[in-house]
């Protein structure tokens, strides 16, 4: 069995959607195929509900033209013998949410919960429309079967109520194709929830995980995990192998072709995932499994780097030597929610520097402030100061750890090139060097590493 998820482009236009129908009707084996909302369309959804909630006219029109473009795919692609059946069910998905809007914008409020169960119409209505123009497909919700529990204020995965459910819904199903929609789950109490935009690619992860599926394809608009970023490096190149750990640094770093929580459950299951370009479906794509890295692949297979990056500096000589502080700092921080994705701290352990986003930064500060104000007036601690406006950038591949002077190499680039390196860190299973410059020098530190 195998898990097809396909991402808003490939199911955005009746072209695209022409192309899924082609690639799911080509393979023999039982599949389940997992599918974003129309391109654009959550975007739309979140739009239109803000419009509402301001009392803004235009909330009216915005709807309308989410109604025409369900429309207009419908007739354009699902046979006219079923397309009275699917209106059925799509109308009375959008009149629902019709009735939402105009609730919203009456009492000019949109919690959190509302915004919830208006983008779940996107995937819901989707999936409904890719099941009816599959033959022998089935449609399923997973509404029913994908739960999340409260984190912080986030919803996450309840993975064991899920597996349970996932086999109760798919274990009896004979049918060889089934149709889900992607990103949607619930709580306990009934409540719609989401995995987070981007979701759908961790739905079809779920789904292939619990049901030991042979292989994981997502099927996206690019032709896999590039080099560096194709819209700054115009000769990046695809990679077409990657392990699991790379995959991961990559994504988790910017690459925006998969969600990056979707490695985990395969990776943990041992299923390799296929990264496939709808628009070119003969291109290889890039296939990441837990094989090795060959002797000779090269030591970095990619770059990848986000620009949103605020530097935060906890600094004090009365830090030398005195433990606990920086269980004070990480401590403090994951209280409020506040999220680091890079850490790094010279051995004179008289400073501690990390990398969050520039909109967390001041509540970073704040907290840190609070945490630390004995030692700031007792001046054990001299400041706690943030440097926003800043890139990170980080070089992956696991045979970094055989080539000596790779990190020699990559200063030694960006030292050529002027581009001063503000803080880097580099953990050590020597698969990510990162380093945090300059936002204004990001374009160019990209170019010269990706030359050198
Ligand atoms: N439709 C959702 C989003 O745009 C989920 C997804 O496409 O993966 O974020
Ligand atoms: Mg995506």
């Known amino acids: 069995m195998k898990v097809l998820k396909f991402g808003g482009t490939s199911v955005g236009t009746i072209d695209s959607l022409r192309n899924v129908k082609a690639i799911v009707e080509g393979n023999t084996e039982p599949l389940i195929v997992v599918v974003s909302a129309l391109g654009g369309i959550t975007d739309q959804l979140i739009n239109t509900a803000r419009q509402a909630a301001s009392a803004d006219a235009s909330h009216v029109e915005s709807y309308s033209k989410i109604v025409e473009r369900h429309h207009r795919v419908i007739e354009g692609i699902v046979p006219e013998v079923r397309r009275p059946e699917v209106l059925a069910v799509t109308d009375k998905l959008l009149e629902e949410l019709g009735n939402i809007y105009r609730g919203v914008s009456l009492i000019k409020d949109l919690s959190d919960r509302t915004l919830d169960i208006i983008v779940s119409y996107g995937e819901r209505i989707s999936s409904v429309i890719v099941a009816n123009i599959i033959d022998g497909a089935v449609h399923r919700d997973s509404l029913s079967f994908i739960r999340t529990t409260k984190q912080w204020d986030k919803h996450i995965l309840d993975n064991d109520v899920t597996q349970g459910l996932i086999h109760s819904v798919f274990d009896d199903i004979e049918a ?18 989401n995995l987070g ?21 997502i099927w996206t608009d690019v032709d896999g995990f590039m080099t560096a970023d194709p819209r700054v490096i115009n000769n990046a190149l695809v990679i077409d192998r990657l392990s699991f750990t790379e995959a991961m640094e990559l994504c988790n770093f910017g690459a925006k072709v998969i969600y990056p929580p979707t490695i985990y459950p395969v990776f943990h299951k041992n299923i390799p995932i296929v990264i496939k370009n709808t628009f070119n479906p003969d291109a290889p794509g890039t ?14 297979k990619g770059i990848s780097s986000i620009n949103d990056t605020c530097l935060i500096t906890v ?17 403090a921080l994951a209280h409020d929610g506040i999220s680091v994705f890079m850490v790094s ?33 007792a001046g054990s601690l001299t400041e706690i100061s943030s440097q926003p406006d800043l890139a990170t950038v980080a070089i992956v591949g696991e045979n970094m750890k055989h080539a000596v002077g790779t990190a020699g190499r990559l200063f030694n680039t960006l030292g050529r090139n002027g581009i001063s390196v503000i803080a880097c860190a580099q953990g050590a299973s020597e698969t990510n060097i990162s380093f945090v410059i300059d936002s204004c020098n990001l374009r160019k530190a990209l170019n010269v590493i990706h030359d050198s």
């Open 345 to 377: 701290q010279a051995a004179s352990e008289n400073n501690t520097s990390f990398a969050v986003r520039n909109a967390d930064a001041p509540h970073a500060l704040k907290v840190l402030r609070e945490e630390f104000a004995p030692e700031l007036s």
């Open 197 to 217: 935009r981007g979701g759908s690619d961790y739905t079809a992860a779920i789904l292939a995980a619990t049901l030991s599926a042979d292989v994981l394809e």
């Open 176 to 193: 060889p194709v089934v149709v889900v929609p992607g990103f949607i789950s619930c709580d306990s109490n009934g409540n719609v929830t």
């Open 287 to 300: 296939w990441i499994s837990d094989e090795p890295a060959a002797s000779e692949d090269k030591p970095i």
């Open 315 to 331: 600094k004090g000589l009365g830090m030398v030597g005195v433990i606990g502080i920086n269980s004070r700092i990480f401590n």
